[in-house]
């Protein structure tokens, strides 16, 4: 089964979505900050980063770069929830250095779920 790392300072967030994905079956890998995913990607490798964009000690658009540079075909999906205008900007943002697709926060589950699904399987969802 494919393997993803989360990244989110919110630990209910970063929880929740670690519930969820093993649920169906993900073995799921949970870093509290942008700093701290780095250092996972750096000693393994993931077939999915799930990443907040605004995070202490290093932002997300940063990881997304770095796993982009070191892991070109591993998929990537951003969030964020930093405020409507900032938001759109970061997730603009995160499309151009290498996400696959991105979130704006509140996520719905369902949705979530179908778009790991079709970024792991390469077959688009319905």
Same mark, same amino acid.
């Given at each position: 089964?494919?393997r993803?790392l989360?990244?989110?300072?919110? #630990?209910?967030?970063?929880g929740t979505?670690? %519930?969820?994905l093993k649920?169906? *079956?993900?073995t799921?890998?949970?870093?509290r900050?942008?700093l701290?995913g780095?250092?996972m990607l750096?000693t393994q490798?993931?077939?999915l980063?799930?990443t907040d964009?605004v995070?202490?000690?290093?932002e997300?658009l940063?990881?997304?770069?770095? #796993?982009h540079k070191?892991y070109?075909?591993? %998929?990537?999906?951003?969030?964020? *929830?930093?405020?409507?205008?900032s938001?759109e900007v970061?997730l603009?943002?995160?499309k151009n250095v290498?996400a696959?697709?991105t979130?704006?926060k509140?996520?719905n589950?369902?949705d979530m ?11 688009p969802?319905?």
């Amino acid at each position: 089964m494919a393997r993803i790392l989360v990244t989110d300072d919110d #630990a209910e967030l970063r929880g929740t979505l670690e %519930k969820l994905l093993k649920l169906r *079956g993900y073995t799921v890998e949970t870093g509290r900050d942008g700093l701290e995913g780095a250092k996972m990607l750096a000693t393994q490798q993931y077939d999915l980063l799930i990443t907040d964009i605004v995070m202490p000690n290093q932002e997300g658009l940063e990881s997304i770069i770095q #796993a982009h540079k070191k892991y070109p075909t591993m %998929k990537i999906i951003a969030m964020s *929830g930093a405020g409507k205008t900032s938001t759109e900007v970061y997730l603009r943002v995160a499309k151009n250095v290498g996400a696959n697709f991105t979130f704006q926060k509140p996520w719905n589950p369902k949705d979530m779920l179908a778009k790991v699904e079709e970024l792991l399987s390469g077959v688009p969802a319905a």
